[in-house]
């Protein structure tokens, strides 16, 4: 691991641009995983027309040791790889529009699966590195606005975003060989929530019911996956939907999607709840599905 030997470890948080009140903004820096150093880098990306941002709801992965960025506003199919701190778009795009919002992806097993940004919401096509695929495995609900996630060694996908009284939004799949199976319902209607596996299973973190009427809620809870059955684990700081959760050393990190103030903070996993929960740092503005990964210090830093 080339990072190990650094100061401390750090996270490299969301690039993307937003477009708010006429402005784009622009959130873009490298942060210690203790939240004590915040330092501006400068990752570029080619030019769109338009006050779309390039990486505006764009899905993220990290796909043999490289990070790969599809879809999103500016173009539904592209597909671009950051090398030398610049995105580069390859030849080849997706077969079908892919946009993070709605859709989910997983780094799975040497490939990126994008999964029910297209109707009728129960496909995925599978990126190699090089080029994407048809995936023929179709899932037995719907799961836009679903999550995708890894669970014993297998892909797993839950919630969706349909039409209330169809009574799917806690409809968990697991794929096996063979096809998707449907397993333990989740225990609360939920949408666009995190997930991140550990070794006893999985943890969903926060998400959205979209409810019955309009505003719906938010939730700031975590919980765990394992032997199939559900069971509720610790709180995070906030509601929050829409994040961008992985694992640092010692720490799952979760930076804030859909949230009041953004926040992103860390915790430790002790087989059993979630503990030593801290925040680390908050954003300016609210980014959905923030691109972030682990890096080093001075990553493509502007000084
Ligand atoms: C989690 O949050 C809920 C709602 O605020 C609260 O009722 C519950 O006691 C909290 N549980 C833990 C373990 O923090």
Not at 128 to 149: E, M, Y
Not at 270 to 284: H, T, Y
Request: charged share 25%; net charge negative.
């Amino acid at each position: 691991m080339k990072f190990v030997k650094e100061r401390r470890f750090l996270l490299f948080l969301a690039i993307k641009l937003l477009q708010q009140l006429l402005t784009l903004k622009r959130t873009q820096y490298n942060l210690a995983i203790d939240g004590s150093e915040k330092i501006e880098t400068n990752i570029n990306t080619p030019e769109v027309s338009g006050r779309i941002g390039y990486l505006k709801d764009a899905g993220h992965a990290i796909l043999k040791n490289e990070l790969f960025i599809f879809g999103g506003s500016s173009d539904l199919k592209k597909i671009a790889r950051l090398e030398d701190c610049e995105f580069k778009e390859l030849p080849d795009r997706l077969i079908d529009r892919f946009d993070s919002v709605s859709g989910a992806l997983l780094s799975f097993m040497n490939r990126v699966y994008l999964c029910f940004f297209n109707y009728p919401y129960k496909n995925c096509e599978e990126f190699d590195g090089i080029s994407s695929t048809n995936s023929f495995l179709n899932t037995n609900h719907v799961h836009c606005f679903g999550t995708l996630g890894e669970y014993k060694n297998q892909m797993v996908v839950l919630g969706a975003g349909d039409l209330p009284g169809q009574e799917v939004r806690r409809k968990v799949e697991l794929l096996e060989i063979g096809g998707w199976k449907e397993i333990a319902d989740f225990p609360v209607d939920i949408t666009v929530a995190s997930t991140i596996t550990v070794p006893e299973g999985m943890l969903v973190l926060g998400g959205w019911n979209p409810g019955w009427v309009s505003g719906g809620i938010y939730y700031k809870s975590v919980y765990l996956l394992k032997n199939e059955i559900w069971s509720f684990v610790g709180n995070l700081s906030e509601p929050v939907s829409d994040s961008t959760v992985f694992r640092m050393s010692e720490w799952i990190v979760l930076v804030s999607g859909d949230s009041e103030n953004n926040f992103v903070e860390r915790f430790k996993w002790n087989e059993e709840q979630i503990k030593e929960l801290e925040i680390i740092g908050e954003n300016p503005n609210t980014i959905l599905n923030p691109i972030v990964f682990e890096t080093s210090r001075n990553f493509c830093n502007t000084v």
